[in-house]
């Protein structure tokens, strides 16, 4: 799965364009510096970090990326974030 443009990540922010917000600064360059080293684990936590301080489809935007890099990388936290996922309603539980 190829990673979302730089654009993506500022279409989708919960803080509105020109907003003064030193700590969605620090975590969406933090979020292109992992990128642009392909550094996976990173990116799971960045990503779920991202998701905590979003509302609504910003939120899950930024969970459906952390728990695709999970998968991917096969790491241990893929199951918290597809529970987070269905928790948020933008996933359904796996079937039994």
């Not at 993506?8 to 919960?14: H, W």
């Not at 990128?35 to 930024?62: Q, V």
């Amino acid at each position: 799965m190829s990673a979302p443009a730089p654009q993506a990540l500022a279409a989708v922010a919960a803080v509105p364009p020109g907003a003064a917000d030193p700590a969605r600064a620090a975590l969406d360059a933090a979020l292109l510096a992992a990128h642009a080293k392909d550094d996976r684990p990173a990116l799971i936590g960045l990503y779920a970090e991202a998701a905590e301080t979003a509302t609504g489809t910003a939120a899950a935007f930024y969970l459906t990326h952390a728990f695709v890099f999970a998968l991917e990388a096969g790491d241990a936290r893929a199951p918290v974030l597809k529970a987070r996922l269905v928790a948020l309603g933008a996933d359904v539980p796996d079937a039994p």
